[in-house]
Nanobody, 127 residues
Framework: QVQLVESGGGLVQAGGSLRLSCEAS???????MGWFRQVPGKEREFVAA????????EYVDSVKGRFTISRDNAKNTVDLQMNSLKPEDTAVYYC?????????????????????WGQGTQVTVSS
């Protein structure tokens, strides 16, 4: 079993920055890790993902050039640096993880790739 705990959310003005962090514990293997976000009344949206070795990274188009995903496998953490934040980035952000096999089937952007999810952290960007 894997547990994921996010931190770093909060309230920031448009144009500002936040850094989200996700720490994994438990039986953690060579997992793909991703970030998703959800606004009330809307479906959960892929934001970014990174492979175990960091050689494969994907972003949703709306955050390219503003967000950066990174990981530290020694610490079992994945971070999401968010710069130039916009009001439309406001959402609950979720960390997710699972192994290589589901990623090979569904890809890094699909929720079905990820079996393990954190509880979410709120990010609010004011205009």
């Amino acid at each position: 079993q894997v547990q994921l705990v996010e931190s770093g959310g909060g309230l920031v003005q448009a144009g500002g920055s936040l850094r989200l962090s996700c720490e994994a514990s438990g039986s953690f293997g060579n997992y793909v890790m991703g970030w998703f976000r959800q606004v009330p009344g809307k479906e959960r949206e892929f934001v970014a993902a990174i492979s175990w070795g960091g050689g494969k990274i994907e972003y949703v188009d709306s955050v390219k050039g503003r967000f950066t995903i990174s990981r530290d496998n020694a610490k079992n953490t994945v971070d999401l640096q968010m710069n130039s934040l916009k009001p439309e980035d406001t959402a609950v952000y979720y960390c997710a993880a699972d192994g290589l096999k589901p990623m090979m089937i569904y890809g890094m952007r699909d929720e079905r790739t990820y079996r393990y999810w954190g509880q979410g952290t709120q990010v609010t960007v004011s205009s």
